[in-house]
């Protein structure tokens, strides 16, 4: 199963990057098929995402694992929804012993009383000797979970539009007179108004407190109305880079991993990391699993630093231990030094916001309402600029009427 997933896995990447499709003879080792499952004395049932990252867990992970303790992982593989996960673990007898799982869901099922209390200790200390608290970090360890990576909204930009000098400030957002050009933004308030209020000069430890205020709320929009005119709303993740490589629009809020594919492929796309917002996936235990003790030996595993930086070598998506950072080395097929592209790498980690996808939930309603009023005004106002350049484009092909005689 393994060396089928090595394969899998290094020609997607061949082919996401647009390289040859032949697996280099160089990495002939790398897809030894491991002990098999049916080998090992133990299975450990995990629930996880599926694609290019859970490859890169099986590879970084899962396999090192059963290597290692003779248990091999059996994957349950979700959609990362709520529901689905609660149907895997809420009842006696579940299959599943581990979960992955977004920050906003841990919250959730932690609040619900459906996850083990995390046994800090169990995790051992910090390379250098030192707590174990301090080596992760903000938000990595929670009652009911470990981080183990951190993905963000980070700005990508065409260099060529700005060949007068680069942004480096995440203020650029708003400066258009500085730094022309259209800006593709969420279809939603979330991320959006955040983005807005960090470009306007909030400090990120002061972004939902202030947002939380009438007055915050209207910096926030105010700010969003410098460039109104110039915002393309985007509500697939593929858009904003689809749209920066079309050079549809100059700067683009959008996913870290999907801004990392694009910057290897075009060395014209340059990373913003200044004011990125930041969302973490955890390990947790249900309480419902069957194999408790396993389980807590897997996370202790899977979110030590050597671990956390081999799947970080993988795949773009940045350790939550500062000493796992420091491992992170180059890619194995592209030859890419990743800890640039991490969100979490010192240099791109100055100036982030991590997500509150709980703050969200109990304080979004009515901003959730004024950004969908604010949403049509700025396309009802494209449509008619729109219209307005489509029929001055009928006028000039239309054909000058004859004279009458």
């Not at 050009?181 to 209020?197: I, V």
């Not at 979490?344 to 959730?368: C, D, H, S, V, Y």
Request: glycine share 8%; aromatic share 8%.
């Amino acid at each position: 199963m393994f060396g089928q997933c090595h394969r899998e896995f290094f020609r997607a990447v061949a082919a996401w990057c647009g390289l040859p499709g032949m697996l280099p003879a160089a990495f002939a080792a790398a897809i030894t098929v491991a002990p098999g499952v049916s080998a090992a004395q133990n299975t450990l049932s995990v629930a996880t995402w599926g694609g290019a990252y859970g490859q890169s867990q099986e590879i970084a992970l899962f396999e090192p694992f059963a290597k290692e303790t003779g248990t091999a992982i059996a994957t349950e593989t979700y959609d990362g929804s709520l529901a689905k996960l609660k149907g895997l673990i809420d009842g006696s007898g579940t299959p599943v012993d581990v979960v992955d799982v977004s920050a906003g869901t841990l919250d959730k099922l932690c609040s619900d009383g459906l996850l083990e209390t995390i046994k800090v200790a169990s995790l051992g200390a910090a390379p250098d000797g030192g707590s174990i608290q301090d080596d992760f970090m903000d938000g990595g360890l929670s009652p009911c979970g470990v981080a183990s990576v951190a993905w963000s909204t980070a700005i990508a930009y065409d260099r060529q539009a700005f060949r007068k000098g680069e942004p480096t400030k995440i203020s650029a957002l708003l400066d258009t007179a500085r730094f022309p050009g259209k800006r593709a933004l969420p279809k939603n308030p979330r991320h959006t108004l955040e983005l807005a209020l960090l470009a306007d000069g909030v400090p990120p430890e002061d972004v939902y407190s202030e947002l939380a205020t009438p007055e915050g709320a209207d910096r926030a929009f105010a700010a969003l109305d410098k460039i109104k005119d110039d915002v393309l709303l985007w509500s697939e993740a593929k858009q904003p880079i689809t749209w920066l490589l079309e050079e549809k629009v100059t700067m683009a809020a959008g996913y870290s991993g999907r801004i990392f594919r694009a910057a290897v492929g075009d060395h014209n796309i340059g990373i913003l990391w200044d004011g990125q917002i930041y969302d973490i996936d955890a390990w947790a235990i249900p309480k419902s699993s069957n194999n408790k003790e396993e389980a807590m030996r897997f996370i202790s595993f899977a979110t030590s630093p050597q671990r956390l930086a081999e799947q970080a070598q993988l795949i773009a998506y940045g350790p939550m231990r500062k000493s796992a950072v420091a491992l992170v080395g180059k890619h194995p097929i592209i030859n890419v030094e990743m800890q640039k592209y991490l969100p979490t790498a010192p240099e791109n980690f100055k100036k982030a916001l991590k997500f509150n996808e709980a703050w969200w939930n109990q304080n979004g309603a009515a901003l959730t309402q004024r950004f969908a009023e604010w949403q049509a005004q700025v396309e009802s106002a494209a449509a008619a600029k729109e219209a307005e350049r489509k029929a001055k484009e009928a006028a000039k092909e239309k054909p000058a009427s004859k004279a009458a005689p």
